[in-house]
T-cell receptor, first 113, second 114 residues
Framework: DSGVTQTPKHLITATGQRVTLRCSPR?????VYWYQQSLDQGLQFLIH???????AKGNILERFSAQQFPDLHSELNLSSLELGDSALYFC????????????FGEGSRLTVL | GDSVTQMEGPVTLSEEAFLTINCTYT??????LFWYVQYPGEGLQLLLK?????DKGSNKGFEATYRKETTSFHLEKGSVQVSDSAVYFC?????????????FGTGTLLAVQP
């Protein structure tokens, strides 16, 4: 158990819908990262938050957004869903902004029908 | 930009066989290198790491040596077990940027048969 909790574990929805994925980092970790894992793209970095502030964006679509709340949990919002958004979404956390091991959650599997 | 290339799978081995999964990287400066493992239905777990040239990371019988001259970080294990069946990801982290994000290879599926 990495200490990173992601909900829901599985989600099935239809095209055009909107979903929210939630991540609770390890206790005390200030950095949260979101990654998307799909069959054709592999593991892609989406976005990084540190202590509530966005630090960097990767290959994140404009239809996607995220935030980190004062209690340090994070949410990834995916809207106007398309079939190609079906993937496993991972959250990872670590204590510091720039150093230290990343601990991954078990992921949220999104299926868009 | 920085990138990681690892051998495509699946790699299918018999129990007690020798394992090598190749990984090469492209990066400026002196990145740290990692191997992560993803067991079925689980998230990624750090398997081992090396932070500078000629360092050897090791864990659970797996080893990898950071070779700057060949920009490689190949994963090896002398005798695999069925329980090693998983997807293995090579990754690099180049310190100095604002986010220091991990850059992953595409993953290699290892299937070990009894």
């Amino acid at each position: 158990d990495s200490g990173v909790t992601q909900t829901p574990k599985h989600l099935i929805t239809a095209t055009g819908q909107r979903v929210t994925l939630r991540c609770s980092p390890r206790s005390g970790d200030l950095s949260v990262y979101w990654y998307q894992q799909s069959l054709d793209q592999g593991l892609q970095f989406l976005i990084h938050y540190y202590n509530g502030e966005e630090r960097a964006k990767g290959n994140i679509l404009e239809r996607f957004s995220a935030q980190q709340f004062p209690d340090l949990h994070s949410e990834l919002n995916l809207s106007s869903l398309e079939l190609g958004d079906s993937a496993l979404y991972f959250c990872a956390s670590r204590l510091a902004q720039n150093t230290g091991e990343l601990f991954f959650g078990e992921g949220s599997r999104l299926t868009v029908l | 930009g920085d990138s990681v290339t690892q051998m495509e799978g699946p790699v299918t081995l018999s129990e007690e066989a020798f394992l090598t999964i190749n990984c090469t990287y492209t990066a400026t400066g002196y990145p740290s290198l990692f191997w992560y493992v993803q067991y079925p239905g689980e998230g990624l777990q750090l398997l081992l790491k090396a932070t500078k040239a000629d360092d050897k990371g090791s864990n659970k019988g797996f080893e990898a040596t950071y070779r700057k001259e060949t920009t490689s970080f190949h994963l090896e294990k002398g005798s695999v077990q069925v329980s090693d069946s998983a997807v293995y990801f090579c990754a690099l982290l180049n310190y100095g940027g604002a986010t220091n994000k991990l850059i992953f290879g595409t993953g290699t599926l290892l299937a070990v048969q009894p």
